[in-house]
């Protein structure tokens, strides 16, 4: 997942089998590497319970490396993620946080400048779940929120790092990045 993350490009899709360890590659990358991150899921409700110790994607990652990274809540319906202490309170400053892009759709005029990447996980619905309206324009809403002109000052631009276990083009996000054709032309 180092290489996929460092490969250049800012918007980078990465479609694979559940279990391949995507999400686990992506964040273990991440929290070696000490770079400020924004992990995405689709609704709060998802967001909601993989902050959960129990359900966190980071239990795996603190067993296999002696880390106790998780989720503590800074607002309303927003995550910071950094070491923990026992009772569950950050140890220092937060090296991510997690927010759901139904909840970033109403928020405008943030400062997330330090962030490098966001690691959207499972960005194209499974087919039960519920529509986001204009989900494609809510993330790159989100995009230019969080990324705020930043090469315009010299800086490398924002990563996006969109994953995904459903091998099926048909996504509102992949319509607005352009890329849904491209999708199904390495389909077929």
């Known amino acids: 997942m180092r290489a996929i993350i460092g490969c250049g490009c800012p ?20 929290l070696e590497d000490r770079r400020p991150f924004v992990l995405m899921r689709r609704t709060d409700k998802q967001i909601s319970i993989i902050t959960k110790p129990e ?13 106790n990274y998780g989720a503590y809540k800074i607002g309303r319906d927003q995550y910071g993620i950094a070491q923990l202490l026992e009772d569950g309170k950050p140890d220092g400053d937060a090296l991510g946080y997690a927010i759901a892009l139904s909840t970033f759709a109403n928020v405008r005029g943030i400062n997330a400048d330090a962030v490098e990447i966001i690691i ?10 519920k529509a986001i309206k204009d989900e494609g324009d809510a993330l790159l809403n989100a995009y230019e929120t969080i990324n705020r002109n930043r090469e315009l000052q010299g800086r490398p631009p924002l ?15 992949f319509d607005a990045l352009g890329v849904s054709r491209q999708l199904e032309r390495m389909q077929a």
């Open 11 to 30: 918007f980078i899709i990465v479609m694979g089998g559940r279990g391949t360890g995507k999400t686990y590659g992506a964040l273990e990358t991440v």
């Open 55 to 67: 359900f966190s994607p980071f239990a795996p990652i603190n067993r296999a490396h002696g880390w």
């Open 120 to 129: 959207h996980d499972e960005v194209i619905p499974e087919k039960h779940e």
């Open 159 to 173: 990563i996006y790092l969109g994953m995904t276990n459903a091998n099926r083009p048909d996504s509102p996000i």
